[in-house]
């Protein structure tokens, strides 16, 4: 939809408002507003589901009493308990516990960090939604739609591979307990515990991944809905200007919250599957679906988690990026106008009997002959627009990593360091083979 002169009202933004995170009150993440949105109710199943409900001291008592039993106490104990059988005394699937309950707890202290300061409108920049066009909020609906079909599509196979691969482990080995013999009861039990703290840990990782996912689709269609500001020559540049500005606190607020779950999640990911490719290359043991699965599967979903957000962000900053170039376009579109309207002034008073037909004509005039020889009004127009164009490609970040733009080109760095670091493991293996 074209904004119009009557549009632009509900555009205004004051960037002195009061749209500052710090300035808003703090509220548990599921508190319920005065009129719940539909859209978000998901969002607060899910969060109930996986133990994590902050609002109540009795919800925080069993969200932390949940993290600790599955991502910490039953890893270890089931570490400790299996006996493999004689005839595959290595297994890899031990490769994936520390990674897996590394990123679940960077997962879960991210989000409690969340529940101490913010609502979960206010963590997903909704407050201001009602701003917006309405082919934003209609976006916005059929994004987070695809949110849960993205994070379907990622558990749900996983999840049934994994379980594949547990009732096979569990046929093969058996559950050692002080003073409890081995027996169907115990190991399924075990089977059930193990199950349950894989679920929750991949569980939480992907929520948070699909959590940065919504609130960066979200400022991609407040983006798209900027671009159409610029579309006809009764575009204001103050409200381009407002709006940009709000758009770019919402990505410094996302880059700020965000930037330990990612950095912390590379690490954790890059280190462990690095560990894990050598040790499995260097072992010269058969690797089979019963002593490997565990790694396959976590290994693709970790990755998946990992290239989600990194995608998503890059996608995000290459259009924070490209709003430079349609807004030089713009300019110069109105500057081309403005030319044509003046020299089709002077040929009515005889001065040049060529027609030009607009901006694809040819002109001797230079940038400084157009802009002192417009009307009174047009010098304050070019010297805004110039402004804004200049405002433009000073802050065109997108997604930030304390200062680096996490776009394309940091893409491609991050690519050429892990093939880097797989093509030395490959020489090590070498070596010790």
């Known amino acids: 939809m074209t904004p119009s002169t009557n549009s632009t009202k509900t555009h205004m933004i004051n960037i002195n408002s009061s749209s500052n995170d710090t300035d808003q009150p703090n509220k548990p993440l599921l508190q319920k507003s005065p009129e719940p949105s539909d859209e978000l109710s998901n969002f607060q199943i899910s969060l109930k589901w996986c133990a994590l409900d902050h609002s109540t001291s009795l919800g925080k008592f069993i969200s932390y009493f949940t993290f600790i039993l599955l991502t910490l106490v039953v890893p270890i104990l089931t570490s400790l308990t299996l006996k493999l059988p004689s005839k595959d005394p290595t297994s890899f699937n031990k490769l ?59 558990l749900l196979p996983s999840c049934f591979l994994e379980l594949a691969h547990k009732v096979i482990f569990f046929t093969t080995v058996k559950v050692s307990l002080p003073n409890m013999s081995p027996s169907v009861p115990l190991n399924s039990f075990v089977f059930v515990l193990v199950l349950a703290s894989w679920l929750y840990r991949t569980g939480v990782f992907l929520l948070v991944c699909i959590l940065f996912r919504l609130t960066c689709e979200l400022q991609i269609l407040r983006f798209e809905g900027l671009h159409k500001f610029f579309e006809g020559c009764d575009s204001n540049a103050k409200v381009i200007f407002q709006e940009h500005v709000r758009i770019r606190k919402q990505l410094w607020v996302t880059s700020h919250r965000y930037r330990f779950f990612i950095i912390g999640c590379w690490f954790t990911i890059t280190v462990s599957q690095f560990a894990a490719l050598l040790l499995v290359l260097a072992s010269k043991a058969e690797k089979t679906f019963l002593n490997s699965g565990d790694l396959v599967v976590c290994s693709a979903v970790e990755l ?55 901006c694809n004509g040819e002109s001797d005039n230079d940038s400084s002959d157009i802009s002192t020889s ?60």
């Not at 520390?98 to 407050?127: C, H, K, V, W």
């Not at 713009?330 to 060529?354: F, I, N």
């Not at 304050?380 to 997108?398: D, E, K, M």
């Open 96 to 154: 994936v516990q520390l990674p897996e309950s590394g990123l679940a707890a960077i997962a879960f202290f991210t989000l409690s960090a969340f529940f101490r300061n913010y609502g979960l409108r206010q963590l997903l920049f909704l407050d201001g939604l009602e701003e917006d066009t309405f082919s934003v909020r209609r976006g916005y609906t059929r994004e987070v739609d695809k949110a849960f079909k993205c994070l379907a599509c990622i």
């Open 374 to 433: 417009v009307s009174p009004h047009e010098p304050s127009s070019f010297q805004t627009r110039q402004a804004l164009v200049t405002y433009l490609g000073h802050n065109h970040g997108g997604i930030t990593l304390f200062g680096f733009a996490l776009d394309r080109g940091m893409l491609h760095t991050i690519f050429a360091f892990e093939f880097s670091l797989v093509l030395w493991v490959l020489s090590k293996v070498v070596v010790l083979s």
């Open 304 to 358: 998946s988690g990992l290239f989600l957000c990194l995608m998503e962000a890059a996608r995000m900053t290459h259009r924070a990026q490209g709003i430079v170039a349609i807004a030089t376009r713009w300019h110069m579109l109105l500057t081309c106008s403005s030319a044509a309207g003046l020299d089709s002034d002077k040929q009515g008073k005889g001065q040049s009997p060529e027609a030009n037909g607009g």
